[in-house]
């Protein structure tokens, strides 16, 4: 995220414009990944993970509102958290915030910054698709907002935050959002175990999948470029690597595929695409051309194969492979931003190992230790949390019958 304490600047009409874009195209990527994982998912559990996406996304606005925002960008505590003092939006109006945007009012920072902190989670909810009790899912959601996301925010983009104040670069959430999402599904695949019936495990519907990545990927040029927090050269540099990132792992991705499996799949094209587009956001606004196609085409390579490495040597049901996809694509861009950032991109930023700098790569790598051990450890007390006090999961003749009926009364094929 590109926040610069420029002071005695004023209100910049194309700025306002561009980051109200953005954040609209950032919301676009919840119903996206709903379709993107309701095309993964079995038939009779597709509502219900469309509905989760959807409820995570309401549940969060208002967490976000109440009181996560001023966790994650209140006055700094100790380099760990935000204060109390935004509470419910207090002091959060048209007048700029100068330490983070000082060209567009801190209303409309806190919007955009809302749609990161409300995909995040829906993201996790791939790693325990089609067996988890809709009420626990809402109070593990509320819980996660607000004492994963909203102190690794802190730590990584507000002020006097301690991975910050070391340097660690993340332009777009790539520690703060894939990361951490990554491993917290990790965390909860082991907790809440294996599907009873895995079943027939393959799609049910293709062109949902499709149709998921390809929203995904237009949302995803808000949430990059929209990270410039101006309509400036940098947003449009980091437009045009994001696009090129996620093209060489679709790719790469797909002919993966075809050299392992014998075929190149729609799904794999897909999915490389999206692991593309989680490995380059943390670099997105310090990278050049070359460097952002390198990117894709080791993401693309490296989550194919965690992912068949998961499936066929372990027992965890990481169900639509959440960890392989945002977890090992996201710890390779945190890194890779160590490895290929210049400020002949980005002079705000900092040259990484390539551009004389070998020092950025050790920070990158305590970043990603960090967000990463956090988040495991804190969504898998969390869940257990939860877990005391309600079932986790559904039981077992509901995990047959499907969530779509057991859970919400409806089908998405009547």
């Not at 917290?184 to 082991?190: I, K, P």
């Not at 986790?392 to 779509?404: C, F, Q, T």
């Amino acid at each position: 995220m590109l926040t610069n304490n420029f002071k005695h600047m004023e209100l910049n009409s194309g700025d306002i414009a561009w980051v109200s874009s953005a954040a609209a195209l950032v919301m676009l990527m919840t119903p996206a990944l709903g379709f993107f994982y309701g095309g993964l998912v079995r038939r009779k559990n597709l509502v219900s993970t469309l509905v989760q996406c959807l409820a995570i996304f309401a549940v969060v606005s208002l967490v976000w509102a109440l009181w996560g925002y001023s966790l994650a960008f209140g006055p700094d505590v100790s380099g760990a958290i935000g204060d109390l003092s935004r509470l419910a939006l207090n002091g959060v109006g048209l007048e700029p915030d100068t330490l983070y945007a000082a060209t567009i009012p801190a209303l409309l920072f806190f919007f955009f910054q809302l749609k990161f902190a409300a995909i995040t989670p829906a993201l996790i909810i791939g790693a325990f698709a089609e067996r988890i009790n809709f009420k626990a899912l809402l109070a593990f959601i509320v819980l996660w907002a607000t004492f994963i996301y909203a102190p690794v925010a802190h730590w990584v983009w507000g002020v006097g935050g301690w991975l910050r104040n070391l340097g660690a670069l993340d332009f777009a959430g790539g520690t703060v959002v894939h990361i951490t999402a990554g491993f917290s599904a990790l965390a909860a695949a082991l907790v809440i175990g294996r599907r009873s019936d895995m079943g027939n495990g393959k799609p049910n519907n293709i062109p949902f999948v499709i149709l998921g990545a390809s929203l995904l990927w237009f949302g995803w040029f808000g949430f990059n470029a929209g990270s410039a927090l101006a309509a400036n050269g940098l947003a449009v540099s980091a437009l045009v690597v994001t696009n090129l990132a996620a093209i060489a792992a679709g790719l790469s991705w797909m002919f993966c595929d075809w050299i392992l499996k014998g075929k190149p799949s729609a799904v794999g094209l897909s999915v490389g695409a999206v692991c593309g587009l989680v490995a380059i956001t943390p670099a997105s606004g310090y990278i050049g051309v070359l460097p952002s196609i390198f990117i894709g085409l080791i993401a693309g390579i490296l989550s194919n194969l965690v992912s068949n490495w998961r499936a066929t040597r372990t027992k965890l049901d990481d169900s639509l492979d959440v960890f392989a996809c945002h977890g090992a694509s996201g710890v390779w861009g945190a890194l890779a931003t160590g490895l290929f950032a210049t400020t002949a991109i980005n002079p705000v930023g900092v040259n990484g190992l390539f551009y004389g700098n070998p020092h950025q790569l050790l920070i990158q790598a305590i970043a990603v230790i960090a967000s990463a051990g956090y988040a495991f450890i804190g969504s898998f007390v969390l869940l257990k949390l939860v877990g005391i006090i309600m079932p986790l999961r559904v039981n077992a003749a509901d995990e047959e019958k499907g969530l779509d009926a057991t859970q919400h009364g409806e089908e998405a094929y009547g």
